[in-house]
Every structure is written in structure tokens, then in C-alpha cells.
């Protein structure tokens, strides 16, 4: 009589990157786990890893890195927790920021949840 052994694989969530956010909803063998980075970064490393039969994914995880080059958009002078939205700026004001690597007083805007 022959038995067979039955092994799921699966990788695990990744994880997401700082700054950003991974898509997908399996993590077993052979599915693909894709990285985005939030508005303002750009993604350094692989955009996707797929899990592989050792249970590990075939890159690491990618980085997010702010427009500056700082992984964690400090360069706009930002505390910890605070993010940039400039969608919500007025025109005048945000075309005045956008050469500035500090944010003037004028432009900071802070929402308290």
C-alpha cells in the first residue's frame, strides 16, 4: 500500500514595506505578493516575490523611499506619525513648497484624529 505525506507550503504575509503596503491575500506556494508604496515614495527593490517551495519568498522586501531619498519622508521636516497629503493644498501655496526640503510654517497642515 503506498501512503502519500500532504505538505501545504506556504510563505507567510511578507510583510509590508514602510511607507507602503503589499498586495495579495494567499501566501501559499507558488502565489505572488506584490509591493506598493504610499504617494510620494518611490520603491526601491523587487515590486513582487513569489513564494517559493522552501517556504521563503524569492526577494526581500522592497524599500519605500521619500522623494529626498530618506526612507521615512523626514526631509519635510515632519515628526514621526505625520504625513504629507498635498493633494489638499491650494495650487499657490503647493507650487511655493514644492522646492523647499523643509516645510514652511505656512505649509504644515495637521489633522488630529
Not at 1 to 12: D, E, K, R, S, Y
Not at 78 to 84: A, C, H, I, K, V
Not at 92 to 108: D, G, I, W
Request: proline share 7%; with cysteine.
Amino acid at each position: 500500500m503506498l501512503q502519500f505525506l500532504i505538505v501545504a507550503i506556504t510563505c507567510g504575509h511578507p510583510g509590508n514595506p514602510a511607507n507602503g503596503l503589499t498586495q495579495g491575500s494567499q501566501f501559499n506556494l507558488n502565489d505572488v505578493a506584490k509591493f506598493v508604496c504610499n504617494t510620494g515614495y518611490r520603491l526601491e527593490g523587487a515590486s513582487q516575490s513569489q513564494c517559493l517551495a522552501n517556504g521563503q519568498w524569492s526577494s526581500t522586501l522592497p524599500a519605500c523611499r521619500g522623494e529626498s531619498g530618506s526612507a521615512d519622508g523626514t526631509w519635510l521636516g515632519l515628526p514621526p506619525g505625520f504625513l504629507w497629503v498635498p493633494e489638499i493644498l491650494p495650487d499657490a501655496l503647493l507650487n511655493s513648497c514644492k522646492t523647499n526640503f523643509a516645510v514652511p510654517q505656512e505649509c504644515a497642515v495637521v489633522l488630529e484624529l
